[in-house]
């Protein structure tokens, strides 16, 4: 369970959330929606424990992350929140299967346990056949595939996304979604995206419109 409570945020005097509260159960995939520049991004960051908020707190299992120190955020980011960006952020010097396996060398975990996991993970998302080839050379959504497992390679208990699919045309968009919307029905993996896709937004069991910093509606659809 992730738990936000009366988040508020600014850069210098600009406010930017205003007593933001969220509560996502288990098993959730919420679609977050909103006009550009009305702070989704800056929540998802606080969510994962990259900003801290100016008030307020985010609680992730019951912990508050407010009270950790920048370590041990660091080691939560990589073990327990999966992250995916839009840009896909992948390190364009390291083959794909580096790049899935990038959590466990930060995280020193164990060599062997990492190579099987990743290419388990590799073969879920249909990506086994560009595990060799660097980001470069692989379409926009292979290097998203590979950036979810990447964020998936220590079974996190939750998976952030700000807008996965913004960089990508329909059919590969098509293809992700319906990637993400197995692993949350198959795996009950709790997902957050930010979206600027009804069609992608649709893919989620519940839609939050956030607006100037707040939450103006939050509907369960499936
Ligand atoms: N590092 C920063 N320093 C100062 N202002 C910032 C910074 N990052 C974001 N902002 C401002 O905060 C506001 C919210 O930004 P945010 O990126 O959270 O919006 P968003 O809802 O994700 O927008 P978009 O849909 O365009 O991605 C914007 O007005 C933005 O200009
Ligand atoms: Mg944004």
Sequence with gaps: MLKAEKIDYSYGDHEILHGVDLLVEDGEFVSIMGESGSGKSTLLSILAGNLRPA????LLGGRDLSAM????????????????YQEFHLIPTLRAAENILLPNYLARGDAKEGKKKMAELAERMSI????????????????QRVAIARALLYSP??????????????????????????????????MIQVTHSELTAQYGTRIVHFGDGRILSDEVVR
């Design 55 to 58: 008030s307020g707190r985010v």
């Design 69 to 84: 120190s920048e370590r041990e955020l660091a080691r939560l980011r990589c073990t327990e929140i999966g992250f995916v």
């Design 128 to 143: 086994s056949h560009v595990l060799s080839s660097f980001p470069e050379e692989m379409s926009g959504g292979e290097c």
């Design 157 to 190: 208990s939750i998976l952030l996304m700000d807008e996965p699919t913004g960089n990508l045309d329909s059919v590969a968009t098509e293809k992700v979604m319906t990637l993400l919307s197995e692993l949350n029905r198959e795996l009950s993996l709790t």
